[in-house]
């Protein structure tokens, strides 16, 4: 059964400037993304919780890399986060504790031709959901694109978010895919004037005539 394209959420993450935050929350994405990890060149750095203050209905999403439970836990109080993305090598055991908190816990992995499905296995009783992006060392924000083909070795149930150097161009591709579990597209790189600043007028065009 194809999955209709109104169904799918949208998830901008590496937002950082206040004004920036302000212009895309008016827009009304599903979740909007917020990066906990130094080496990023979209980390959250010096960023005030209260610049986190939009509508509720967008979830605010804390993005770590192989953080302490302690760390993420601090940054869920203090920032209001409702979902935890978790993408380095964290075990199915932090997972389960996120899960504790009432935040959604979403695992990343990053998707290659050698990429092992089974990896998948322990977490599916501890996420909500799983995101598939493009493998780099980076880990993540990349603006890179992997193979979409290779998902048909995905045999769970567990809806997952899709990522990796998606475009304006690849429009169509999304309206092609089949994939009921697909739940959200996950946007990031190719939609920036420069790291953490996002080209809202390239959003709208994204949101208003695809999704």
């Not at 836990?73 to 908190?101: M, V, Y």
């Not at 089974?118 to 993540?140: K, R």
């Not at 603006?143 to 429009?171: C, M, T, V």
Request: glycine letters at 8%.
């Amino acid at each position: 059964m194809k999955i209709k394209t109104a169904d799918i959420r949208l998830k901008v993450c590496g937002m950082r400037e206040p004004a920036n935050i302000r212009e895309l929350a008016a827009l009304n994405p599903d979740y909007m993304g917020f990066i906990f990890y130094e080496q990023s060149k979209r980390f959250v750095g010096s960023l005030k919780p209260e610049s986190l203050n939009i509508d509720s209905r967008i979830k605010k999403t804390g993005v770590f890399v192989n953080a302490e439970l302690d760390y993420i836990k601090d940054q869920i109080e203090l920032f209001g986060l409702q979902a935890i993305q978790l993408h380095g090598g964290e075990s199915p055991e932090l997972c389960n504790s996120l899960r504790q908190t009432g935040c959604e816990v979403i695992k990343a992995f990053g998707i290659s031709e050698s990429f092992d499905f089974d990896t998948l296995n322990p977490y599916i009783p501890v996420v909500d959901f799983f995101l598939f992006d493009t493998a780099s060392a980076q880990h993540g924000g990349t603006g890179i694109s992997f193979n979409w083909q290779l998902l048909n070795e995905y045999k769970a149930q567990i809806p997952y978010f899709l990522s990796g150097g998606i475009d304006l161009a690849h429009r169509q591709e999304i309206q092609n895919i089949q994939d009921t579990r697909l739940y959200a597209i996950d946007i990031n790189s190719r939609f920036e004037l420069e790291p953490g600043l996002k080209d809202i007028d390239k959003i709208k065009k994204f949101i208003f005539n695809q999704l």
